[in-house]
């Protein structure tokens, strides 16, 4: 079977990688399964080490499993590598692809070249993505002088050069700031959406942006998917009752007459700080309010009334991923980053004697 | 969620997206294809025209670099015209045949070709492994083939204007008169030389990115004694065996010796082949080196898969 019709954007099954490595090997991936539907937002979530990368190496052909095989719309990774490279782009966070002596434009000409575009057409998509990426100042500016943003943005517009069906995005916000991110975010964000099946697939060890991103997230560590689903999901999974923040204007009796409450687990007043120092004072009650299910407030909004109170704000508190995480790898999420970092490739120095035009930056 | 493969709704045919439609979006929209499984599908002629465009985007930004850097050209001129003028001074003191002043000035000119080889060819693609390029040309969907050979196209336009430049100035400062009977043998010779120099630059490429570090200080260490026997600044003939040996093994040493041949005909025997036989040397060499190259290519990428080392691991 080779790229039928119905097949998913991306079937892992069973997918095992050792690298050989002294003093003893490492094993990057312990058997990971994996469907993503075409047009899906998927994310991968997890610490440094977890094998996302190693994950992506596999998906986008550049590294064989040590056992198990992997479909992308179909194709199989291990011989089919010509017609994903068709369908497929990927980019990296602190990518420093391409030729410092290059202009921007130059650059992402030259990797049209590389996609399958024509002379004329890959000068026209570069300016056309050049504008879209916001990149128009830099256009001829020297690859070796852009700024980190600007460099992830130039990285983008080569990824997207080829409308990739399928995009693999190595934690595409590193190393980036708040803004720079954001419009990194909304750039993905964006181009997906202006072709239904376009499928995203995104690494990231940011809670808050696999929670904005990603209609589906994996939380891997160790090799191992240690839970998959929605967003929501996930959260549901460590959430056993619901939470709420209830603010009135008074309560007469205190907050232990709503405690009696069928299902009412407790009703305790919390600290009464607003949130804005600027804000009128007001003579608010606040209540944390812990239900065994969602159902019970409409209880605890009927009593109210008897109580004379009104609701002056009501929200309920969601945990973060990061409690979901917590509850399944049993630890927090950057405890562990030196494990991972010690594995330095010494660098070959540039001691060529002869000078090289096209490596200077 | 909407089915894979189904265009935009509302996007006519061709893919212009609609007049309103912001120009970011245009530019997301980009040329949408029927179906993933419809792009993957390259025409024989999609590729043909993927790996001719890749030659091309290869060799770009050399071109361009020789535009930009005009610094390092009049470096990488002027170290070869020195080794040059050194030699000529020295068989001028001596009294040597005026040709011999002729063989240094190619063995210069040829140079630029050599040094380009080996350090632009061979320790080019270890180098871009480095950088992360190496891996997003194997992402890509050309033939990596169509890289090395750019690299190569790239590379012998650079190279060219440091050779003719080199040539010019030492005809003329140091007189050297060429006799030239067949013109097109010359060139043809001239040509196959530069197939065989860069496909023996292709091979090492993959070799280089296998075996990293010790495939580069192998190099350094090969180069001098590739420049003596090869004869660069005397006719290699003299060495007799090893002579003969640097002909049948280095493309430098018989296509020096082969175009000396051919652009000093009055010189008398040399005591090696006759041009036509070393031209032919060189045409299987080039047909070798370059078959060597591609099977290099395809099991360095396999192994490389296997190994995972087509990447740096600290990006
Ligand atoms: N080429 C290699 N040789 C040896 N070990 C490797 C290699 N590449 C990765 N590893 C090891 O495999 C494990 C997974 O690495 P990987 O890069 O996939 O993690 P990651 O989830 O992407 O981490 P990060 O968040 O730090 O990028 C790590 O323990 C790493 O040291
Ligand atoms: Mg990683």
């Not at chain 1, 619901?242 to 007043?269: H, N, T, W």
């Not at chain 1, 609701?311 to 945990?319: D, N």
Request: aromatic fraction near 8%; hydrophobic fraction near 50%.
């Amino acid at each position: 079977m080779s790229g039928s019709i119905q097949a998913p954007a991306i079937d892992a099954r069973g997918i095992t990688r050792v690298y050989k490595a002294k003093p003893k090997d490492v094993t990057a991936l312990a058997g990971i399964d994996l469907e993503v539907a075409p047009g899906e937002f998927f994310g991968l979530l997890g610490p440094n080490g977890a094998g996302k990368t190693t994950l992506i190496k596999i998906l986008t052909t550049l590294l064989l499993p040590s056992a198990g095989t992997a479909r992308i719309f179909g194709f199989d990774v291990a011989t089919e590598t010509r017609k994903i490279r068709r369908i497929m782009n990927m980019v990296a966070g602190g990518e420093q692809s391409g030729y410092g002596i290059l202009e921007a434009r130059e650059q992402l000409w030259m990797f049209s070249q590389f996609y399958g575009l024509g002379a004329r057409e890959g000068w026209r998509r570069v300016d056309e993505l050049i504008d879209a990426v916001g990149l128009a100042e830099q256009r001829n500016q020297r690859v070796s002088t852009l700024s980190t943003g600007q460099r992830q943005k130039m990285n983008f517009a080569r990824g997207l050069l080829n409308d990739p069906w399928v995009f693999f995005l190595d934690e595409p916000t590193l190393g980036l700031d708040v803004s720079a991110a954001r419009s990194v975010r909304e750039l993905i964000v964006g181009w997906r959406a202006a072709v239904p099946g376009r499928t995203v697939l995104l690494t990231t060890h940011y809670m808050a942006e696999a929670d904005e991103l990603c209609e589906r997230i994996a939380i891997v560590d160790r090799g191992r998917i240690l839970a998959i689903g929605s967003p929501a999901e996930l959260k549901r999974r460590v959430q056993r009752e619901s939470i709420f923040r209830l603010e009135l204007d008074r309560l007469a009796g205190g907050p232990g007459g709503l405690a009696r409450l069928p299902g009412v687990v407790s009703a305790v007043a919390a600290l009464n700080a607003p949130a804005d120092p600027d804000a009128p004072v007001r003579q608010a009650v606040v209540i944390n309010l812990v239900l065994r299910e969602d159902s019970a407030l409409a209880g605890v909004v009927a009593a109210l009334d008897g109580l004379g109170a009104h609701i002056v704000a009501l929200a309920k508190s969601e945990p973060s991923l990061e409690d979901v995480f917590v509850e399944l790898v049993g630890r927090g999420f950057d405890d562990n980053e030196e494990a991972a970092r010690s594995n330095e490739v010494p660098v070959e120095p540039h001691e060529a004697g002869q000078p090289d035009p096209e490596e200077k930056r | 969620m909407a089915a894979p493969g189904v265009a935009q709704p509302g996007l006519p045919a061709g893919g212009s997206p609609p007049p309103s439609a912001a120009p970011g979006l245009r530019a997301f929209v980009g040329r949408p294809t029927a179906s993933p499984q419809a792009a993957a599908n390259w025409t024989p002629r999609q590729v043909w025209a993927n790996n001719l465009h890749s030659i091309v985007g290869r060799a770009y930004p050399r071109v361009r670099g020789l535009t930009r850097e005009p610094s390092w050209i009049v470096f990488q001129m002027l170290l070869p015209f020195l080794t040059t003028s050194s030699f000529v001074f020295v068989y001028r003191a001596l009294d040597a045949p005026a040709a011999y002043i002729g063989f240094v000035v190619i063995g210069g000119a040829m140079t630029a070709f050599w040094l380009n080889v080996v350090w632009m060819m061979a320790a080019q693609l270890y180098w871009e492994k480095d950088q992360g390029n190496l891996e997003l040309y194997f992402a890509a969907p050309m033939n990596v083939m169509s890289v090395l050979i750019g690299m190569a196209v790239g590379g012998l336009v650079m190279s060219s204007t440091r050779a003719v430049a080199i040539l010019f100035i030492a005809t003329f400062v140091f007189g050297v008169s060429f006799s030239i009977s067949q013109w097109g043998l010359l060139i043809a010779v001239f040509i196959l030389t530069l197939a065989a120099l860069y496909g023996f630059g292709m091979m090492l490429a993959s070799l280089f990115v296998m075996w990293g570090r010790e495939a580069f200080h192998l190099t350094q260490l090969m180069t001098e004694p590739v420049y003596f026997v090869s004869g660069l600044n005397f006719p290699v003939g003299r060495l007799g065996f090893i002579g003969a040996l640097a002909i049948a093994l280095i493309p430098l040493a018989v296509g020096l010796d082969a175009m000396r041949q051919l652009a000093f005909v009055s010189t008398g025997p040399t005591g090696t082949p006759e041009p036509w036989i070393e031209a032919l040397i060189l045409v299987a060499m080039t047909v070798v080196f370059i078959g060597l190259a591609r099977w290099l290519l395809h099991s360095m990428e396999e192994r490389a898969r296997r190994e995972g080392r087509l990447t740096v691991r600290w990006r």
